[in-house]
């Protein structure tokens, strides 16, 4: 079962890979990054998915968690607690990590929904490859 979900992230990341490819290899060369977390990034904390829709409002009414996740609020927490020291990140001065609670919401909307890595990005506003990351590593 889990090789078939490492399958099919691979299959789908290819797909948006393939699909977000506008610039030629010569323009992407030139392109140089200006900025570690991107400005759309940097209120994350505050008006993304995960602390705007699941830290606060879903934890308060079972049924509509287990909707959003699939599972309860219970068992969440135990995944968290069994994940955590294999998923957690290191604060550092640079900046704070993204939680193991928000890893892994991240990964589970990803398979209770196969929406796209790109609408998770946008949506959880972290980026489109650490949305990958993060799904790869929560599922491994």
Known sequence: MV???LIMIALISEAEEEESEFTSAAEDR???????????????????EFRTLCSNDLSLDPRYFYDYYKMGLDKFENL??????????????????????????????????????????????????????IVHEVSA
């Open 30 to 48: 030139k392109i140089k990054r200006k900025f570690w977390v991107h400005e759309l990034w940097k209120k994350r904390h505050i008006l993304g």
């Open 3 to 5: 090789d078939i979900d």
């Open 80 to 133: 968290v607690n069994i994940l955590r020291p294999h998923i957690q990140k290191q604060e550092t001065n640079l900046r704070i990590p993204i939680s193991v609670e928000e890893r892994i919401s991240i990964c589970l909307r990803f398979m209770t929904t196969a929406i796209s890595f790109q609408a998770l990005a946008q949506s959880y506003r972290v980026g489109y490859s650490t949305v990958l990351t």
